[in-house]
């Protein structure tokens, strides 16, 4: 730093003249810059005189601070004098810019956010960058980051008046799951595939693998898992985690159609040959509620069903079973639908022995 005296004039060029001033401000001579005397010397053939103002590199400056060179001189009467500035001129005095950052650097999985502190002797000017996920502005010395690629954040303070260079540091942000992509499907051997039947869930891109209904129920791990279908639209979301304990998810959405039509054959043959030995209905569907009732023709109740899955085989009256004769039949099935309608069937078969 400098003051140039080019206000100093030599009333005689030829000799040398010794200038005297008071040093002011809220510097400290000597401790916050390096000391200088009170006074100056302009050489012969000069009219001005440099000053040069260094600050102490090891001094403690809290705040900024002044340096003030005043050159007096005495005007009135010879026995009462007063003491008039005809020069002055004033610096100012900065501490040292800094800016240091923490943390250093951070690993973290994708979708987390870290925190960055930045500690520095002059906050009003400092400045963040970039602005990418970052919060709560570029101005704060505290702020949140949630990047999804590694990035290198920059905590910058520049003091334009100051004539100081910018000084920076950074935080960076490495991701450890930056090329984890997790995906999601299913199979199914229902066709089509109706309300209540059940499909295989399929996980790639994870290490492990949980699954969750809509209403974040646990319905089990593995990198494969059978559910059943319970809605005409319904989601399953599944959270698999890396080798470093980082966690991903994806979605899948599984669309059933409504399924309730009965188809009720009108023959059947148990003679145990495997072909036709047993007598129920067809469905394509699960409904809610279900009744198959078989009588023979005095109208006596053989036979009866709860679920579609229930069939006949030919025989009745309890664990001594015995073989119906060959003839004609009489049929009831009803049920509830999934969507609340209702069917209604009845009819005759034929077994045939």
Request: proline fraction near 5%; include cysteine.
């Amino acid at each position: 730093m400098l003051l140039r005296g080019s206000w100093i004039k030599r009333p005689d060029a030829d000799v040398d003249q010794t200038v005297h001033y008071i040093i002011e401000g809220t510097g400290v001579n000597g401790t916050d810059y390096e000391w200088i005397p009170d006074h100056v010397t302009i050489p012969s053939g000069s009219s001005y005189v440099d000053v040069y103002i260094r600050p102490q590199v090891l001094s403690d400056l809290k705040m900024l601070r002044t340096v003030s060179l005043k050159v007096l001189d005495t005007v009135g009467c010879p026995n009462n004098p007063v003491a008039l500035t005809i020069l002055s001129d004033t610096i100012s005095i900065l501490d040292s810019v800094y800016v240091s950052v923490f943390p250093e650097d951070a690993v973290i999985c994708r979708g987390e956010t870290v925190r960055l502190d930045a500690k520095s002797n002059y906050y009003d000017y400092l400045v963040w960058s970039p602005d990418y996920v970052l919060s709560p502005s570029l101005s704060d010395p505290v702020v949140y980051v949630r990047p999804d690629t590694s990035l290198s954040y920059l905590a910058t303070v520049f003091i334009p008046w100051s004539g100081c260079d910018a000084v920076v540091d950074t935080s960076d942000i490495s991701i450890f799951n930056a090329d984890m992509v997790v995906d999601l499907d299913y199979t199914t051997d229902s066709d089509p595939l109706c309300v209540y039947d059940t499909v295989t869930l399929q996980a790639i891109g994870g290490y492990s693998y949980a699954y969750f209904n809509r209403f974040n129920d646990l319905l089990g791990r593995g990198s494969e898992l059978e559910v059943i279908v319970p809605d005409r639209v319904y989601e399953y979301i599944v959270l698999a985690t890396d080798e470093h304990g980082c966690v991903d998810s994806a979605v899948v959405s599984v669309q059933a159609e409504v399924c309730c039509e009965v188809l009720v054959p009108t023959a059947f043959s148990p003679n145990g040959d495997g072909l036709n030995d047993r007598f129920g209905v067809v469905t394509y569907g699960n409904p809610e509620s279900f009744r198959l009732e078989i009588f023979n023709r005095w109208g006596e109740r053989i036979f009866i069903g709860y679920k579609p899955e229930d069939t006949w085989d030919g025989t009745y009256y309890g664990e001594d079973r015995i073989s119906a004769d060959a003839g004609v039949y009489f049929y009831t099935v009803q049920g509830v639908c999934y969507d609340r309608s209702m069917f209604h069937k009845r009819g005759d078969l034929t077994l045939v022995r």
